[in-house]
């Protein structure tokens, strides 16, 4: 199979990309890492009349620490992140998750940037993100660079807040707080497919050994990556508790609104929401409290 014809090009310099963005639009695609926009090319499933290759823009290619927090140009490839031996230490969570990302084949070429912008629901960036509380730098040639949060950057399925203009530049990670217990869990039929369910948490203990500032987030479920904020609001200041944990993993998943498709049908993803939950509320507490290794 090959694509459509189209026009290429490949600037040097974010400006040259952004002006071209702003001159072809809706017409044109960026091409980062690929993995997801050429096969899709090749089945005719995307006919961009434009492709605009900015794996020559340097300047998107970075990774900058700065008080703990981590700050990633949007073409940073996965593999670069997992062969980062501070990130565990930095963003223990990150660290964890990438080696999920498909294959290493993949994560060779696969940009943080590229799977935020494509933003499918089955993928661990945009959950990541979510959790984190990541701040997305959008910028485009006719106005100010613009910062994003995740909830109302991702829309829906494949859908974001990015202008026919705009180009995601930057992704900032908050510094991770010290004596947080994380944990990510997804299912999938074999190692490196798209998950059908998956779950993160983040979790602390204040003085008095209650739960603080607890997050947790669904993903491969709905249209995007679902912060469980009802859930969150249950576990807050709350003594942690297998019933607790069981109550809050429920309303997580009474909260999805999962789809059928071929691999599975909504209610076996409802099912999944709620199991993996539970499991990483119960897997994030015990590495807040030391019992089990992040590594």
């Keep these: 199979m090959k694509p459509a014809s189209f026009e290429y090009y490949d600037p040097e310099t974010i400006e040259e990309a952004l002006a071209l963005l702003g001159r072809f639009g809706d017409g044109a695609k960026i091409l980062a890492g690929g993995q997801t926009l050429g096969p899709l090319m090749n089945m005719r499933l995307a006919a961009p009349g434009v492709l605009i290759d900015i794996n020559r823009v340097g300047a998107l290619d970075y990774r900058r620490g700065d008080g703990g927090a981590l700050a990633l140009g949007a073409l940073t490839r996965e593999s670069?992140?997992?062969?980062?031996?501070?990130?565990?230490?930095?963003?223990?969570?990150?660290?964890?998750?990438?080696?999920?990302?498909?294959h290493r084949a993949i994560r060779n070429r696969g940009t943080v940037g590229g799977s935020l912008a494509h933003a499918d629901p089955a993928a661990e960036w945009p959950?990541?993100?979510?959790?984190?509380?990541?701040?997305?730098v959008v910028r485009s040639e006719a106005r100010p660079a613009r910062v994003v949060a995740p909830e109302a950057f991702f829309i829906s399925h494949l859908t974001t807040a990015l202008a026919p203009d705009e180009m995601l530049c930057e992704i900032r990670l908050p510094a991770w707080p010290a004596g947080a217990g994380h944990a990510m869990i997804e299912f999938s039929r074999r190692h490196g497919d798209f998950a059908l369910a998956g779950a993160m948490a983040r979790l602390m203990r204040d003085a008095k050994g209650r739960l603080s500032e607890p997050r947790l987030v669904l993903f491969g479920i709905g249209g995007r990556a679902m912060r469980a904020r009802e859930a969150e609001a249950m576990l807050a200041g709350e003594r942690p508790a297998k019933a607790l944990f069981a109550e809050a993993a429920a309303t997580a998943a009474g909260a999805t609104d999962p789809y059928d498709d071929l691999h599975a049908s909504a209610s076996f993803r409802r099912h999944l929401a709620e199991v993996l939950s539970a499991r990483v509320l119960a897997l994030a507490l015990k590495r807040a409290d030391g019992e089990e290794s992040d590594g």
């Design 80 to 102: 670069a992140l997992e062969d980062d031996g501070a990130l565990a230490k930095m963003q223990p969570l990150v660290a964890e998750t990438i080696p999920f990302i498909a």
């Design 127 to 136: 959950a990541l993100a979510t959790l984190l509380e990541a701040a997305l």
